[in-house]
């Protein structure tokens, strides 16, 4: 019962509830049952709170007996990626510099998700501060990947992904600054979605890089994602950088797609320069056939060129320390969590700030911190931050004429599959290089979808491909993205996630047979 109830999608799972075949005290607890059996493997969650989820998913059985009219996913259970500010529960963004902090109010999205009455399961674990490709960079811990433990679950939003792929939670929230939502999604096999810039609230994320934070959603099929971003979409006057656009009608526009999602004429346009050198054979092998999937449905593939786009990672190396440099001057000692005072020496307020930094952040984020502080330093700022800034403008006009040509950019989303855990964490650079393709978007603030190619054969993991589409037509991006989903779902003959080694096996349901996952 327990996974049955679990493998559904959200979709059915507000399906199910709204006919009264189930309760959301039965799926919460599902839930919570997986999450006490596999999360001690997994370590998707930072904090867990049962408590609070079952007393809201009760509520939304009530209220439903009662026949009062409730949000289409009252009583389906999310998961919230620990950067994301939560009453009551705590938020650390994955760094001992928040350890033991409360937040005194919400995020929007937290707001929006209460008022909706989906019962929050818990907080999922990332990289401190959003910064990294593998969740090893978290002071709590690594998150292990589900489809071979052994693996990095991708990052920052590695515990969001894990969570999601491992049918701990059907829905979760993440934030992409470069690549955070799509890079895990791509390697667990999951979809996620980084809308466009300015799409959704970003009021109470705590922020990495300002101009390029975005909260999306994480989910197992395009059309959950589409429900959860229309969920958490639309303008909040508490974030100066929201748009005025209403929340179009995504769920709707995924929801046809999957049903008989036509490509015919639609033309995608593959980025030259997202592919080739650097990426493994496998995730281009898939990548492929998926075009050939699109080509044969009617799809017109046409290749363009983004030239600029080779220098996108070298500008957001750049443009995001400065950011992060300035976000967080708030972590002293004096204002939120962890304060550590000096051990010899006078107790200047300097002093304590200083020890504080030193104790509380890891080597990620002081390495970032330096880089920021040096880029915007006086007799640097032109030579470093001004040069990224005049290279983000021209990654933003390679999109634009990318987008006379073609209605969709297609790449795919990460270079590789899952890597080993500890392989590329005493080498940042090759850490850094999981987002070229996904950094591209953030710099032009356009929407980018990562849903499942396939497995790669040389490892038998899944792969990712990317697809990207102007500014506000994120709508766009759901009914290609469902449309490709349904192609691909067809070629397998069923969901990528249940050919999953790991995850299935610590499931009761033994009728799944396994396939790929050497070890
Ligand atoms: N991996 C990228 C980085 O380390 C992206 C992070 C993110 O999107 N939050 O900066």
Redesign the pocket.
Known sequence: MTADLITLTAAQMAEKLAAGEITSVELTQAHLDRIAAVDGAVHAFLHVNAEEALAVAAEVDAARAAGESMHRLAGVPIAIKD?IVTVGQPTTAGSRILEGWMSPYDATVVEKIRAAKLPILGKTN??E?????STE?SAFGDTHNPWDLDRIPG???GGSAAAVAAFEAPLALG???????R?PAAVTGTVGV?PTYGGVSRYGAIA??SS??QIGPVARTVEDAALLHELIGGHDPRDSTSLADPVAAFAAAASAAAVDGSVEGLRIGVVTELQGEGYQAGVLDRFHESLDLLREAGAEIVEVSCPHFQYALGA??LI?PSEVSSNLAKFDGVRYGLRTLPTEGPMTIERVMAATRAAGFGD?AKR?IILGTYALSAGYYDAYYGSAQKVRTLVQRDFDAAFEQADILISPTAPTTAFRLGEKTDDPLA??L??VA??PA?LAGVPGLSLPSGLATEDGLPAGIQLLAPAREDERLYRAGAALERLLVRRWGGPLLEKAPDLLSARDDASLTTTGGEK
Do not use: C, P
Not at 129 to 133: E, L, N, R
Not at 175 to 181: K, L, M, P, R, V
């Open positions: 950067l990332l990289d501060f959003a910064m990294g490709s960079h990052g920052s939003g934030t992409d600054t470069g690549g955070s939502i890079q980084k990495m890089a390029l934070d957001y190396y995001m990620e970032r850490m850094y999981n987002d996904t950094i953030n």
